[in-house]
């Protein structure tokens, strides 16, 4: 894809007709559901004796119990049948459960409004895995975070113009339920129809027998993903999202009336502003994670989305709501202007935080599983959700506040980051990373496509100050495990980041051999293992600028492991705050401001013969030419 605009998808013929079609099923479900919601939230009385939270909650429930029976099956037919066809009769079965609905809202019956709602579960149950595993047997894996990106955005613009259209047509009077029923008949047929677009799309096991038990396939489904340690706690990760997301959208109607003192049109406007930060946050993460999975953007939203949700709170205290409002009312108070900006930034950071999760689970899958993969996600987000709803019941009936819960959600949510970021440290590590790079430097990158996107190689730099490895690892897709001098490992707040990345530390042969055999040894497993490992063959930072002699250290290791070597080159780096540029000493003083510009070079591999110190030392001179 062209790195200047991931929109070039939505005018391809092999990505457009997918992506309305979701567009347009999460649009309806959105339609069905926030009118349903509004509809027993401002009616309930007049329906049963039920209390409105209570049906707000159930109704959570219901939506996202078919996840879990039916995601094992869903995931087994997405890996079997050719997806396009599967996905126009998912299509068909969507029409006729809004015909259900639309009869439930002309009778006004609870039960075949609930019936319609549960069917609306199924109907996204089957449709996750092909929408998630379809992407990477269309796209290009530099496409794919920007693929993921646009159907994050679409989802939740879908979300936010089902729940405007859902929230305005339900409030017409007399006849809003009958045309809510209508319309979501109309998007329906018109799902359908976009999806006879989308192209041919082969099964990736046309031999597979399906298991119909959802009990020990579900099980099957769980311990497939679980073999892959990165995988399943992504799918944690994401399972906490929904479960988070949910808490919020659940509470917002009921939030809306009993703190804001809002009406369905505020409801449907907080609904919207929030579906909105997740779109925006979404399309951001192409741009910031320039154009590969950048998982360092994880730890950055789950941070917005604790300090938004606490802030929700202190912003949501005191405010003593006198009737029911309009939209004019609302946004004529200056202390809900906070609440808007609270709910747009836990949008934004929420879309942060999932874009890159839904990406890595794809990059990462096995193709042969990759659907029953997702299925297994999905099974986690609804179990997550389930709870989600149990939980929010539980504490509401015990007195909470929905500002309260809100808070103890956000609360929940930095203890649960932390603990996931704790088991996997690539996460912590890739946030430092990039941190660093977009708070501190610009970075150019040239020739990062020479570095192989699997299997092992050598990459082999000048050495110019001390992030030198934070920049590379933040700059190269794949985890590289560095061999560094101990001194520099040994740096407090760097040796954090430097263990977290399992860097290798070395000593020379007069400090300490034994280290140093045991740094070659560690280098050559690693190579064996089929990692990346980074060397810098100075043996030292220069106090010049200029390039030290290439020590010949790399030779002893691929004696052991014969691989590629890829010359790279560090630019623009001298002068730094973690250079020697000043009086041969780093970190005395700020020698270049904020965001200078640097780059990163890579050249061809040289095979391991031709990797001779004096052969790296010109390649990796050239590469960087006169700027230091």
Known sequence: MAEHSQFQLLR?????????????????????????????????????????????????????APFVLFSATSGQLADKFEKSQLIRLIKLFEISIMVLGAIGFYRRNLVLLFSALALMGVHSTLFGPVKYAILPQHLRSDELIGGNGLVEMGTFVAILLGEVVGGLVIAIKPDGPILAGATAIAVAVAGYLVSRGIPTTPAVAPDLKINWNPFTETGRNLRLA???????????????????GATYLTQFATFTKDVLGGDEHVATLLLAIFSV???VGSLLCERLSGHKVEIGLVPFGSIGLSVFAVDLYFASRGLQPGGLAGVEHFVSVRAHWRIVADLVLLGMFGGFYI????????????????????????????????????????????????????????????VVALYIYLLVPEFLMRFLAWLLIHSVYRVDKQGLEQVPAEGACVIVCNHVSFVDAIVIAACVRRPVRFVMDHRIFAIPVLNFVFRTMRVIPIASAKEDPTLKERAFEAAANALNAGEIVGIFPEGKITDTGELNPFRPGLQRILEHAPVPVVPMALRGLWGSFFSRSYQGKAMRRRVRGLFSKIAVVAGPPLAPERAT????????LALRGDWR
């Open 226 to 244: 679980y073999g892959n340690r990165v995988v399943w706690l992504s799918m944690l990760g994401i399972s906490w999202f929904w479960f988070y």
């Open 12 to 64: 391809e013929r092999r990505f457009a007709p997918f992506f309305w079609t979701q567009f347009l099923g999460a649009g309806n479900d959105n339609i069905y559901k926030n009118a349903l919601v509004i509809f027993v939230a401002f009616q309930a009385a007049t329906l049963t004796a039920l209390s409105a939270n209570d049906l707000v909650n159930i109704a959570a429930a219901v939506f996202i």
């Open 277 to 279: 930060g997740i779109g």
């Open 355 to 414: 874009v890159p999760l839904y990406a890595l689970i794809q990059e990462r899958s096995d193709p042969a599983y990759r659907s029953r993969i997702i299925a297994a996600n999905n099974i986690l987000n609804a179990l997550f959700m389930v709870a989600s709803a149990g939980i929010a019941l539980g504490l509401l009936k015990a007195g909470l506040s929905i500002p309260a819960l809100f808070l103890a959600t956000g609360l929940m949510n930095a």
């Open 613 to 620: 110190p004096e052969a790296l030392q010109a390649t990796v």
